[in-house]
């Protein structure tokens, strides 16, 4: 079984920043990859960013580059999303997910466990 738990979520101003966490906890050895996937009300899920735990490369979304990082402990039990320059357009519930996917893939379909989500909301 693998569980997520998200944390770190909030409400701030718009060029703020925000450190989001995803605590991942596998009883086995199931996954390869962890994601961020953002969603608002009426609107498709957006991947965020991925990263490859076997070496830690990640990728970013193109709305989301150049100012969001993501990174992990070195027991790899925990994923970290640091996000800057924050923009009202951010604001959504963002889930962190995991699974086997092409590497580098943030297309939701690919992950098979997913947390329960953490609201972000930045305010102009």
């Known amino acids: 079984q693998v569980h997520l738990v998200e944390s770190g979520g909030g409400s701030v101003q718009a060029g703020g920043s925000l450190r989001l966490s995803c605590a991942v906890s596998?009883?086995?050895?199931?996954?390869?990859?962890v994601a961020w996937f953002r969603q608002v009300p009426g609107k498709e899920r957006e991947g965020v960013a991925t990263?490859?735990?076997?070496?830690?490369?990640?990728f970013y979304g193109d709305s989301v580059k150049g100012r969001f990082t993501l990174s992990r402990d070195t027991s790899d039990n925990t994923v970290y999303l640091q996000m800057t320059s924050l923009k009202p357009e951010d604001t959504a519930m963002y889930y962190c997910a995991a699974g086997t996917p092409v590497i580098g893939s943030l297309d939701s379909e690919s992950y098979r466990y997913w947390g329960q989500g953490t609201q972000v909301t930045v305010s102009s």
């Open positions: 990263l490859y735990t076997r070496d830690g490369r990640t």
């Open positions: 596998e009883n086995t050895h199931r996954t390869n990859c």
